[in-house]
C-alpha cells in the first residue's frame, strides 16, 4: 500500500497520497463512516468526502440539517466546521483501482472500532454502504449477518449506540436514481431525531 502511495504522490505532488485522519467533532454523538478516500477527493485534500462528487451531496444534507456551518467542502483551509458530527472511512487510505479489498477492511479496522469506542454514550453511527455498514458490524464484534443492510435502516448496538445505514452518497448512486438528494435527507432527519431523543 506505501508504494502504491508513493507511485500516486509522484503522479500528483501536490497531492496528500497518505491516510486520511477523522474530520469533525472530537466529541460527536454523530460519526459517518464512509468506505475509502477517493483518488481525486479526500486523497488529494486530505479531508474525508472534500473534492468528490460524493461529498457535494453529504456536506449539504449535514449544513441542511445543522452538522456544518456551511454546504460545501473544498479544501482543508475553507473555514468548514462540523457540529456534533464526525466524518471517517473504513478505509484510510486510497486503494488501488479505488477498490478496498477484504484485507484492507480487516487491516483498517481496528482504527474503526477505536473511533467508536471514543464516542459518547448513546451515539449515532451513519454508515453510507454496505462495506461501511460490515466495517462497523465487525468493530464491534458482530457477525455480518447481525444487521442484514438496507437503505435507511437502522441496527441497535450492543452498548447502545443505533446503526443507520444508506446507500453510498456516490455518483454512481445519484446518477441511477438509486440515491437521491431526498432520500439522503430523509436518512439525516432520522439521525436528528434520534439525536433530539437522547438530549
Do not use: W
Not at 468526502?49 to 444534507?61: I, K, R
Not at 484492507?104 to 477505536?114: G, Q
Amino acid at each position: 500500500m506505501a508504494g502504491f502511495l508513493d507511485d500516486v504522490k509522484r503522479k500528483y505532488p501536490d497531492y496528500h497520497a497518505l491516510p486520511v485522519a477523522p474530520f469533525g467533532d472530537p466529541e460527536a454523538r454523530l460519526l459517518i463512516v464512509g468506505l475509502a478516500p477517493g483518488m481525486h477527493g479526500a486523497n488529494a485534500s486530505g479531508r474525508p468526502f472534500t473534492g468528490d462528487y460524493a461529498g457535494l451531496l453529504l456536506y449539504q444534507a449535514l449544513y441542511d440539517h445543522g452538522f456544518s456551518n456551511q454546504a460545501e467542502s473544498a479544501a482543508l483551509n475553507d473555514g468548514l466546521v462540523l457540529a456534533d458530527c464526525r466524518i471517517t472511512n473504513a478505509v484510510k487510505c486510497l486503494p488501488p483501482q479505488n477498490k478496498p479489498t477484504g484485507d484492507e477492511i480487516k487491516r483498517c479496522n481496528h482504527y474503526l472500532a477505536a473511533e467508536i469506542q471514543a464516542l459518547p454514550e448513546r451515539s449515532v453511527i451513519l454508515a453510507l454502504g454496505n462495506i461501511a455498514h460490515q466495517a462497523v458490524l465487525r468493530a464491534y464484534g458482530l457477525k455480518s449477518n447481525a444487521a442484514k443492510f438496507g437503505h435507511h435502516s437502522l441496527f441497535q448496538l450492543p452498548d447502545g449506540n443505533t446503526l443507520v445505514s444508506s446507500y453510498h452518497c456516490s455518483r454512481y448512486n445519484v446518477q441511477t436514481k438509486r440515491l437521491s438528494p431526498t432520500m439522503l435527507a430523509e436518512v439525516f432527519s432520522t439521525v436528528r431525531s434520534l439525536l433530539i431523543g437522547r438530549d
